[in-house]
């Protein structure tokens, strides 16, 4: 019974020297659980790299888009204004009174909250419906790639130069570029260049309010 003590003495110095000389990062690894995308990062094959996230910089007007032929993101052409406003991601303003050219209730302008100016993204109202949406910026791709800053011949080259129908434009020595939907459909798509053939603005929708070049007029 005497040498009890002392056996049971020295196996708790053991112990705590055990302890010790354990490192605390493998305790502190062994405490947290890792992630499933920890995980799958382990298990990808060399040389596999997540892809990068979707480019939404043409997105953000609503949250969701793109732009295509039939309207913009969930808007679809012929929607009536309070049609248009229950499927948008945010707050539309404007309306009868404010905006370019001769606004009325039969021709007016709705943009999203916010944005830069009224010009940046519009989207045009006529005979009861939606009809036509304009980009002024360099962020928003138009359906089919083509953007603000482009050349007339990158244009060209992306929709097929016989599918660009030029006219002279009416303000300046620059052209309007109409493509139509490549789908058979009534839109059509315009590309306003200035006098060095550079793309400044470009709008998608119905004749003949996709053709008015001074607002609703």
């Known amino acids: 019974m005497k ?3 002392p056996t049971l003495a020295l196996g708790i110095l053991v ?3 055990a302890c010790a000389d354990r490192d605390p990062g493998d305790a502190a690894a062994s405490a947290t659980p890792s992630s499933g995308l920890e995980q799958s990062a382990q298990d990808a094959p060399p040389g596999d790299t997540p892809a990068p996230p979707r480019d939404t910089a043409g997105d953000s007007v609503t949250g969701d888009g793109p732009a295509n ?3 913009f993101a969930r808007a679809v052409f012929g929607m ?3 049609q248009v406003r229950a499927v948008w991601h945010g707050e539309l303003v ?3 009174g404010d905006g370019p050219g001769a606004e009325s209730a039969s021709c007016f ?3 999203p909250a ?3 100016s009224m010009g940046h993204f519009a989207l045009m109202f006529g005979d009861g419906g939606f009809t036509r949406y304009s980009v002024a910026n360099d962020e928003m791709a138009a359906p089919g790639g083509g953007r603000r800053g482009m050349d007339d011949a990158q244009i060209a080259q992306l929709y097929g130069d016989a599918n660009v129908e030029r006219q002279p434009h009416k303000y300046s020595d620059g052209e309007y570029l109409r493509i139509h939907d490549p789908a058979g459909g009534d839109a059509v ?3 306003e260049t200035d006098a060095e053939g550079t793309v400044t603005e470009w709008r998608v929708g119905l004749p003949p309010h996709v053709d008015y070049v001074e607002g609703c007029a």
């Open 3 to 5: 040498l009890a003590l």
């Open 15 to 17: 112990g705590i020297g």
């Open 69 to 71: 032929y039939n309207g």
């Open 80 to 82: 009536d204004a309070a």
């Open 94 to 96: 404007g309306g009868p």
């Open 109 to 111: 302008h709705l943009s």
């Open 114 to 116: 916010g944005q830069p």
């Open 189 to 191: 798509l315009i590309f």
